[in-house]
């Protein structure tokens, strides 16, 4: 068989997500995909002319399964004893044929179901977080409520009581309530993003309130926290309330990953080139696993045992909605960078 010589079928096969395997009549490995040997465990550059029927005898496949007997003419597709890990593989094989009919060789095709069940584990993830999130969402409306009205009342009896001894305590409950009825209203914008409510917003002054609010947070965990902003920012139309939602989960992200005694720089400026904001999180962790940064805004992805997967999925919507772009990089001296783009929108 001259299928080693034909560059452009060899890319195509190559390209193929299953394992692919061509074999000659004597079992003899012709042309192997990357996907067969990483199954497999092999090195694709040293498969050719391996004995393929003694590679599947290796991995526990017995000597009377019936894929062996496709250079019979008897074609197999179906289970095989599993070839790697728990996962259950499956094979398919075929007869190569000459013009008059004779035997050249086989087509073997390989794969595993380990991507199909991570696949149904997560619609079942999803499901659950579904339920779950309508529900909560329900009793949160049913809570906000009452907190809502109970506000309201204190707000007239601090009023009446300004000046007395009890209007101390009143205020104090008054800003417990702001920050339960806030905590309620952030979960709902972050099940729900929606449409953001945009109005003109000094970007600095927003880096100043995040700051402020994260800073002891930062300290108590043995973090140094900086932040920092241009001057030259212009003012752009955003939801303040949701890019503080997006800043609040990225900068948790940040503490998470970085150790006591490390840092976390928060900054943001104008890239006049392209006319947009650039918002950066910068931390000294460990960075992103190269096979996570893929898949890193996915829903229900994450690489954390406790995470939803759903925090930096949202940030990307609501920042999407925005108009604009959101980055996750490592860094060359280690740590990470999460990059938030927004454009400069014409009020005119």
């Given at each position: ?114 991507r199909q069940q991570e ?109 920092s902003y241009s001057p ?117």
């Open positions: 068989m001259n299928i080693n010589k034909d560059p452009k079928l060899n890319q195509v096969i190559e390209a193929i997500p299953l394992g692919i395997a061509v074999f000659d009549k004597s079992w003899k490995i012709v042309v192997v995909n990357s996907s067969f040997a990483r199954i497999l465990g092999i090195d694709p550059q040293q498969a050719r002319d391996l004995d393929l029927k003694e590679i599947l005898l290796s991995k526990g496949v017995y000597d009377q399964h019936p894929l062996f007997q496709t250079l019979d003419g008897h074609e197999y597709t179906g289970p095989v004893s599993p070839l790697t890990d728990s996962y259950p593989s499956y094979i398919s094989t075929h007869l190569l044929q000459g013009e008059a009919g004779e035997c050249l060789g086989g087509l073997l095709v390989l794969w595993n179901a380990k696949l149904e584990q997560a619609v079942i993830k999803a499901e659950k977080l579904a339920i779950m999130g309508q529900l909560t969402a329900i009793t949160l409306h049913e809570v906000r409520s009452p907190l809502t009205t109970m506000k309201m009342s204190l707000q007239l009896l601090h009023q009446e009581l300004k000046g007395s001894k009890q209007e101390k305590s009143i205020k104090w409950i008054l800003e417990s309530l702001d920050r339960a009825i806030n905590l309620i209203n952030n979960y709902l914008r972050l099940a729900k993003p929606g449409i953001p409510n945009r109005q003109l917003c000094k970007i600095g002054e927003l880096i100043e309130r995040v700051a402020s609010f994260y800073a002891a947070e930062f300290s108590s965990m043995g973090i140094l926290f900086t932040h030259s920012l212009p003012l752009l139309s955003v939801d303040g309330d949701q890019l503080q939602q997006v800043l609040a989960n990225i900068l948790m992200n940040a503490a998470d990953a970085t150790p006591s005694g490390g840092s976390v720089n928060l900054s943001a400026e104008y890239d006049q080139e392209t006319e947009s904001v650039r918002i950066s999180v910068r931390d000294t962790g460990p960075g992103v696993a190269e096979d996570v940064l893929p898949h890193i805004f996915e829903p229900f992805y994450s690489s954390k045992e406790k995470g939803t997967g759903l925090g930096l999925y949202v940030c990307r919507e609501i920042i999407h909605n925005h108009g604009g772009e959101i980055q996750v990089a490592n860094n060359p001296d280690g740590g990470c960078t999460v990059t938030i783009i927004l454009p400069k929108i014409d009020s005119g």
